[in-house]
């Protein structure tokens, strides 16, 4: 695999830049070491960051990957024609097409936050955040009638970042409940989750891969046993099954693809914006 260094460039916080970089660099067999600067927003940042990567350039074999979303032109000059790598303008790639597209200017806004006091969405989704950590990890069964999703299924198997990832990304109210062995010994969902189990969406995993995971947090353990993890997605999946809830494996799955998935799922209006 090729090393390379990738620096994303922004006047806002960095993260257009790094999902989109990102996007790109994963059609690509290489070894990238990330860097995000953000808030480079006047001349003497950009300078900074020039000199920054020409120095990473000087000492490196092959000259850094740089995506920059820059609104402001000057402070993208500055990088343009200063900068010894390879730099991809990431916003005049499609804006400047857009704009003669629609034949209209964009409003050149620096970061996608600069008007949160006035976004709905945005405490939307401080809200879903605060949802999903109150109701992570079956901490609290209220207010269960407003979730938009219960994640359920074995500890450890992804469910906490999913839910936060939901909160986040989509703003999705999304509550998760751990399936213990006096569960499966009923073999019935929790009493608190009967009346939801429309909302109800499933995490499995295997079990080899539980295991591993569970003995990074207590090694030796039954908890971490591979029989007991077997047991333990077996009776997970045949309960889900009884109860007709959806549900899919997050061993060879990002959290995006999970999300997206439920998301189809559960709440395909949540998949326009």
């Known amino acids: 695999m090729t090393a390379r260094t990738v620096y994303f460039v922004s006047d806002g916080t960095g993260i257009t830049a790094e999902t989109f970089g990102?996007?790109?660099?994963?059609?690509?067999a290489i070894k990238a070491r990330h860097v995000r600067r953000?808030?480079?927003?006047s001349a003497?940042?950009?300078?900074?960051?020039?000199t920054e990567i020409n120095e990473v350039a000087e000492r490196e074999a092959h000259r850094p990957i740089v995506f920059a979303t820059l609104v402001d032109r000057d402070v993208l000059k500055i990088v343009r024609e200063h900068c010894q790598g390879r730099v991809m303008d990431m916003f005049g790639t499609f804006i400047e097409p857009l704009e003669d597209e629609f034949g209209?200017?964009?409003?050149?806004r620096v970061g996608r936050f600069s008007d949160v006091a006035e976004s709905q969405e945005y405490h939307d989704r401080i809200e879903a955040i605060n949802f999903s950590l109150a109701h992570d990890?079956?901490?609290?069964?209220?207010n269960l009638d407003v979730a938009d999703v219960i994640l359920v299924g074995v500890s450890r198997s992804g469910k906490t970042p999913t839910s936060l990832y939901l909160a986040m990304q989509h703003g999705i109210k999304a509550a998760n409940y751990p399936l213990i062995p006096e569960d499966f010994e009923r073999r019935k969902l929790p009493p608190s989750l009967m009346p939801h189990?429309?909302?109800?969406?499933g995490l499995t995993i295997d079990p080899e891969r539980l295991s591993s995971i569970r003995n990074?947090?207590?090694?030796?353990?039954?908890?971490?046993?591979?029989l007991n993890c077997r047991y333990e997605v077996n009776e997970a999946e045949a309960m889900m099954k009884r109860e007709g809830i959806a549900w899919l494996s997050s061993t060879h799955k990002s959290i995006e693809e999970?999300?997206?998935?439920?998301?189809?799922?559960i709440r395909p209006d949540r998949l326009m914006y």
């Open 22 to 28: 990102n996007s790109i660099l994963a059609q690509f």
């Open 38 to 41: 953000p808030f480079v927003d």
């Open 44 to 50: 003497d940042k950009a300078h900074a960051v020039v």
């Open 104 to 108: 209209i200017k964009s409003n050149h």
């Open 137 to 142: 990890d079956g901490q609290s069964s209220k």
């Open 197 to 201: 189990r429309r909302k109800c969406f």
């Open 216 to 226: 990074e947090r207590r090694p030796g353990s039954k908890y971490a046993d591979l």
């Open 258 to 265: 999970i999300a997206t998935t439920i998301l189809r799922d």
